[in-house]
């Protein structure tokens, strides 16, 4: 298998216009070589956010105004919230893997494309289950899990004091986490 790795969107190549032609054994490895060099190439420009961590992230999008989110997970819920609270086995039923890995592949390149009224919901779903999969880090970072599960055994003993311990763990996250955490139970 042969790619031939160009500077792509002309608008945003270098000085330097160099070819590279990547051979690997598998149409998988190729894959992976590819994603992994268009993010490291558009990590600068905002992309490569699928498997960045969430704080590096928070701060590229800054330019673009203040968010309590990801604009990935923004734009999905938006999309969500407008077409996908009565469908049935939203989150459980998968979307079309291929336009998945489109637009995976998009947003690590650093466009943001826009779902249309043919984007199918559980698609974007997938979309957003597998940013918040990938990210380095979860949502509720390793190092605050056991304090996580230590509230949820208070909950079933002392449902008041399991909620203040809830409430004290969930403002202890870092801010970034905090608000992605806000904003995707609201």
Request: aromatic share 10%; net charge neutral; proline share 4%.
């Amino acid at each position: 298998m042969c790619y031939c790795l160009t500077g792509g969107d002309r608008d945003r190549m270098t000085a330097n216009h160099e070819s590279y032609l990547l051979m690997a054994s598998t149409q998988n490895d190729m894959e992976d070589w590819v994603k992994s060099i268009r993010r490291v190439i558009w990590g600068p420009f905002g992309g490569g956010i699928f498997g960045q961590k969430l704080e590096d992230t928070v701060r590229y999008e800054k330019r673009y105004g203040n968010r309590l989110a990801p604009m990935l997970v923004e734009q999905c819920v938006d999309f969500i919230r407008q077409r996908g609270l009565k469908e049935e086995g939203l989150f459980r039923l998968p979307g079309q893997a291929n336009l998945v890995k489109e637009l995976q592949d998009a947003f690590d390149c650093g466009e943001k494309p826009s779902f249309d009224s043919n984007t199918d919901v559980h698609t974007v779903a997938s979309l957003l289950k597998l940013y918040l999969r990938e990210l380095p880090e979860p949502v509720i970072p390793y190092a605050k899990y056991e304090d996580f599960l230590a509230c949820a055994k208070l909950l079933s003993k002392d449902e008041e004091a399991g909620i203040k311990e809830l409430a004290k763990q969930v403002k202890s996250l870092p801010v970034v986490n905090y608000n992605l955490l806000k904003y995707i139970c609201r």
